[in-house]
């Protein structure tokens, strides 16, 4: 069974910096692409940061320069490094790893919350 166990989250002053883990079991973990996603109250889930296998990184336009994603394979963990939080980043974070079978399969961790506040 696959599971994705996020951690780092918490409450931290606007230019602050938070590191967020998710650990991967039950999945060949180097096979997988791997992204974290978030969602504010009121809004849609969206695409922060993505990983491929290769390691080749996208990110979302909002937070070019800030945040960083990597992954460790030995570990089967993704993080992504969180500097120069502003308001808007608040929201719960989830980990999302994806990877081809006779189709591609969508796997998703419980969320952790990021709350940037003074």
């Known amino acids: 069974q696959v599971q994705l166990v996020e951690s780092g989250g918490g409450l931290v002053q606007p230019g602050g910096s938070l590191r967020l883990s998710c650990a991967a079991s039950g999945i060949i973990f180097s096979t997988c692409d791997m992204a974290w996603y978030r969602q504010a109250p009121g809004k849609q889930r969206e695409l922060v940061a993505a990983i491929t296998r290769a390691g080749t990184t996208t990110y979302a336009d909002s937070v070019k320069g800030r945040f960083t994603i990597s992954r460790d394979n030995a570990k089967n963990t993704v993080y992504l490094q969180m500097n120069s939080l502003k308001p808007e980043d608040t929201a719960v974070y989830y980990c999302?790893?994806?990877?081809?079978?006779?189709?591609?399969?969508?796997?998703w961790g419980q969320g952790t919350q990021v709350t940037v506040s003074s």
């Open positions: 999302n790893a994806r990877r081809y079978a006779s189709g591609w399969h969508d796997y």
